[in-house]
């Protein structure tokens, strides 16, 4: 009875916080509140017995993905006139669309019956995990039947790192910097010249 | 959780969705904005897969929970490079100045 109390007052500050954070004027309060978003649709996920996600969600979302969005907020020099001085243009059926949809989305799901019937066990089922906790279980299903999914994810961040990167790398030409390669390819034959001459000798100081 | 159902659940989840949406088509300030409401709704989508998993006793949903989890983290690092390029170029970000591609 506690549990289901407090997923409805996870739930309804998760969606004022949502609202705030989609509506506010501030794009700071903006990432503030999705952070706190994220923080209580981690608490509905333990709610849920997800433990592994929960943490996960904050360690990667809100010490990660946040704060990124924070810190470009105060990179960018957004100023707050822009938000009356733009066009609003089909702003009314863009609402009206919305909550329509919000509405049906809401009757649908409320009236939908028999959703959870799930007659055959299928072997990724809680039952097989009983004895393990939520993290254990997620990775014994991750590394052995979604290992194919694993590797490409792994492969989408490695392909968005290197997209980050050259996106946003400007080459510095003010700069002095150290030519390494030019460096380790000089040799004694292509830079040190050696010079034989013959001794000058001025007769005129011989012979005073 | 006892009285809690599946489709209370459901219903938190189309709620937060349809918010994000209404965010993303009515915000006509900065494109940051609209990666907001793109995480939002990602976010809904990851407690949708949560809730079929818990509801249903199967561990597959939570499994793509954290591919959506790492793709949404992709997403939001390589948005945010081409917001920087684009504020970098144009000097600002606002939605309604993305528009050079209108002839």
């Known amino acids: 009875m506690f549990l289901d109390f407090l997923f409805y007052v996870f739930a309804t500050i998760l969606l004022m916080s949502a609202f705030f954070a989609l509506f506010a004027t501030n794009p700071v309060i903006n990432v503030l509140f999705l952070i706190l978003a994220m923080f209580y649709s981690a608490g509905i996920f333990i709610l849920l017995k997800a433990e592994y996600l929960a943490f996960s969600l904050i360690i990667i979302y809100v010490g990660a993905v946040a704060v990124l969005f924070l810190f470009v907020v105060m990179m960018l020099n957004i100023t707050k006139k822009s938000f009356k001085e733009s066009i609003q243009q089909f702003k009314t059926p863009l609402f009206l669309f919305g909550i329509l949809l919000m509405v049906e989305l809401v009757l649908l799901f409320l009236k939908a019956k028999n959703v959870m019937h799930h007659d055959e066990l299928s072997h990724l089922a809680f039952e097989s995990f009983d004895s393990v906790t939520n993290a254990h279980a997620i990775g014994q299903v991750l590394y052995t039947q979604y290992f194919l999914g694993f590797q490409l994810v792994g492969l989408v961040l490695f392909v968005a790192i290197i997209g980050a990167i050259v996106l946003v790398y400007e080459k510095r030409t003010k700069v002095k910097k150290q030519n390494i390669t030019k460096q380790l390819l000089r040799t004694k034959k292509n830079s040190l010249q050696i010079v034989k001459f013959a001794p000058i000798v001025k007769k005129e100081e011989s012979e005073s | ?103």
């Open chain 2, 1 to 103: 959780m006892k009285t809690v159902t599946l489709n209370h659940c459901l219903v938190l989840n189309g709620i937060l969705f349809t918010l994000g949406l209404l965010g993303a088509l009515l915000n006509k300030r900065h494109l940051l904005m609209v990666l907001i409401a793109v995480e939002v709704m990602l976010l809904a989508v990851n407690l949708n897969m949560v809730s079929f998993s818990y509801f249903l006793k199967d561990y597959a949903g939570q499994v793509f929970t954290v591919f959506i989890l790492t793709v949404a983290a992709a997403e939001a690092a390589i948005g945010l490079a081409i917001l920087m390029l684009y504020f970098k170029n144009h000097g600002t970000i606002e939605v309604s100045s993305a528009t050079t591609l209108k002839g």
